[in-house]
């Protein structure tokens, strides 16, 4: 791997967003930085080469932005895991409880299957209730979770208690 990138001047704290209470992670200027971005897909990326991925699966929206270059680093292909009414084609959901009520993800069901090595990247992972119903999606399928990447882990939530056991890297933990 090439220069390490100090990520964390990249992450931007927004406090009280979208909800009083809540610290957003605005990883945007991550994004906009070349070498932070291409670090951090990189140090995703490396830890899960040579395992055979065939599948990078990411969830809406900034699991796209982070999953898809992951997956063409690694030569796998991309599955974006999307918020209800999204997908064109049949598909498979699993729904998971926030804080407040319920939410649900939906997986195109012939995206991922039996034979599928999958690793799920996003960009956050809070309660770890997204990761844990990608996971739920990917594995009804047949596929295997080989691992779960995330930029940053809001390690106070216990997110990673939720990943069954799953391998996970994240490459900033906040305690
Ligand atoms: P959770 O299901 O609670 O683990 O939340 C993870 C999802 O919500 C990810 O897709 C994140 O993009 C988003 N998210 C949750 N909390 C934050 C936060 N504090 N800052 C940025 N994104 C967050």
Not at 44 to 66: C, Q, S, W, Y
Not at 71 to 88: D, T
Not at 129 to 137: C, P, R
């Amino acid at each position: 791997m090439s220069a390490s990138v100090h990520l964390e001047p990249h992450i931007r704290d927004v406090p009280d967003w979208p909800e009083p209470g809540v610290v957003f992670k605005d990883i945007t200027p991550l994004l906009a930085d070349p070498a932070g971005f291409a670090y951090a897909v990189r140090s995703l990326a490396e830890p899960f080469a040579g395992r055979g991925i065939t599948k990078v699966v990411g969830m809406e929206a900034r699991g796209f932005l982070i999953g898809a270059p992951v997956a063409l680093h690694l030569g796998a292909g991309f599955v974006p895991v999307r918020k209800p009414g999204k997908l064109p084609r049949a598909t498979d959901s699993e729904e998971y409880a926030l804080e407040y009520g319920t939410d649900r993800l939906e997986i195109h069901a012939d995206a991922v299957g039996a034979g599928d090595l999958v690793l799920v990247i996003d960009d956050v992972i809070a309660t770890g209730g997204t990761a844990a119903a990608t996971v739920a999606l990917v594995e009804r399928s047949g596929a295997t979770v080989v691992g779960l990447g995330f930029v940053i882990e809001l390690a106070f939530l216990g997110g990673a208690d939720k990943l069954a056991g799953h391998e996970h890297v994240s490459l900033l933990t906040y305690r």
